[in-house]
């Protein structure tokens, strides 16, 4: 595992619809270490399992609606008969990264035990990530975060995650700008071998795989909470922006479970959209970047869309790299014309917009409808599945984080604040601590060498 990561298996793992059936009854840490150790095969098997038994517990992803079980780690919540909320962020941050970042914590740990080595981790949040990973990290032995994000441009809950954590291998770097930017002196650095040799750095981005192959567990568990039988179709709407969730979806399709369409919910910041409808992907500027109500989504260069376009052009590595260097030359490609582009339905793709107006009208919709409060990601994700419902196929939409880290729009949109867990009041008023700094790959190379003392 270098870098801690993975390197992602050549071909995706094929499994026939019995194969499948079989993992019907399992429950959510046996579904885990089923799906996992078909990519993870670099770890005794009996301690992946327990390595994943005391991940996937019902204390850590403890924050489930009232009337859901717990010990389903992911609860799915009808709304009504065929529409699904996928209940991702019950663990420690409220929002799913904390279902493959908590497995990460802990295969860090388990990695650099054995090793006796130690792990600078350097990433870029737009808000979740960050304090997903950090929440996963704080306190653990040999390794150290250095977490660059966007000052100013999270939610105050967010914010407060990440910023209030007092652990001393906790490192928060608030930088003047947007998450592109932050995202790319991320990637500087990773591209510069001798800085990070001589510094141990690895990355925690979504650039990392074992993060993508945790995330397709939770699409086989709710495919057998939603379906009866073999071979029934299911449809996921997913709230997205790097890709890193949707791409876990497609992989799970490509091995082979029966999912119909996965829809790509993005918000004002539509680039995935403006794809999967004309072939056009044209990463924006950081000028370009809006700031929005889902500020987690804020995102105009999805790190994990290289693996789907590498599919989509039938794995040709030379024709990746050449609309990747279109990419990074900020260009971006057209595939509009190609015979390509139109495999993308074969891919059960389709893709649209949700923009501030329709979040807040869904986000009442569904309260007054079902009594039912969901954060603003998750309302993206429901304005674009639904337009994509069919009938007499179940659709499931991941919910993505909790409404309370998004208080001030729930009170625009409701005219309320939701009630919190007791763990979370006055989370904002608790003593923070970040070093805000220029977007400038220099400076944060010279923090990073000052602070990384020896353990
Ligand atoms: C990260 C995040 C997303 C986007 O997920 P990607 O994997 O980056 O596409 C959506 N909603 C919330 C709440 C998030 O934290």
């Not at 995706?12 to 885990?32: K, T």
């Not at 859901?68 to 019950?90: F, M, Q, V, W």
């Not at 090793?115 to 981790?121: E, F, H, P, Q, T």
């Amino acid at each position: 595992m270098p870098d801690g990561g993975l390197a992602m298996p050549e071909r995706y793992p094929q499994l026939a619809v019995e194969q499948i059936e079989r993992w019907r009854g399992l429950d959510y840490r046996e579904l885990a270490f089923a799906v996992l150790s078909l990519f993870i095969d670099d770890m005794p098997g009996p301690e992946l399992a327990a390595l994943i038994d005391r991940t996937y517990t019902p204390e850590v992803f403890r924050h489930v609606r009232a009337g859901d079980d717990r010990r389903a780690i992911t609860p799915l919540h009808a709304l009504e008969p065929g529409l699904h909320l996928l209940c991702l962020s019950g663990g420690p941050t409220l929002a799913f990264k904390d279902m493959a970042m908590q497995l990460l914590g802990n295969l860090f740990e388990y990695v650099l035990a054995a090793r006796g080595a130690s792990l600078n981790i350097l990433g870029a949040t737009s808000g979740d990530t960050g304090s997903s990973a950090e929440w996963a990290l704080a306190g653990k032995r040999g390794i150290r975060v250095f977490m660059l994000s966007p000052l100013g441009k999270m939610s105050r809950f967010q914010a407060a995650q990440m910023y209030s954590l007092a652990d001393a291998n906790i490192h928060n770097l608030a930088v003047r700008g947007v998450f592109d930017q932050c995202q790319d002196i991320v990637k500087a650095i990773s591209a510069d071998p001798d800085f990070k040799a001589q510094h141990h750095i690895g990355a925690v981005n979504s650039i990392n795989w074992a993060r993508v192959a945790a995330q397709v567990v939770y699409y086989f568990k709710a495919y057998f909470a939603a379906t009866r039988g073999a071979g029934e179709e299911v449809s996921f709407s997913v709230p997205s922006g790097n890709f890193g969730n949707v791409c876990a979806g497609h992989i799970a399709r490509m091995m082979g479970l029966p999912i119909r369409r996965l829809i790509v919910a993005t918000n004002e910041n539509d680039v995935l959209s403006e794809f999967f409808s004309s072939g056009t992907y044209r990463p924006r500027a950081a000028a370009e970047t809006r700031q929005t109500s889902s500020p987690s989504m804020d995102i105009s260069k999805a790190s994990n869309f290289e693996r789907f376009v590498f599919d989509l052009v039938g794995q040709d590595p030379v024709r990746v790299r050449a609309l990747w260097a279109e990419v990074e030359s900020g260009r971006g490609f057209d595939l509009g014309a190609s015979g390509e582009f139109s495999r993308v339905r074969d891919f059960g793709f389709v893709a649209g917009t949700s923009r501030h107006a329709d979040r807040l009208k869904m986000m009442r919709d569904i309260w007054e409808r079902y009594q039912v409060l969901i954060d603003t990601h998750t309302a993206d994700g429901l304005v674009v599945g639904l337009a994509y419902r069919e009938p007499g196929v179940p659709l499931i939409c991941l919910e993505t984080a909790q409404a309370i880290k998004f208080e001030d729009t729930v009170r625009e949109a409701l005219g309320f604040v939701p009630a919190r867990p007791a763990e979370f009041s006055g989370l904002e008023d608790s003593p923070q601590r970040y070093e805000v700094i220029d977007a400038d790959v220099g400076a944060v190379k010279a923090y990073i060498a000052q602070h990384d003392q020896p353990w």
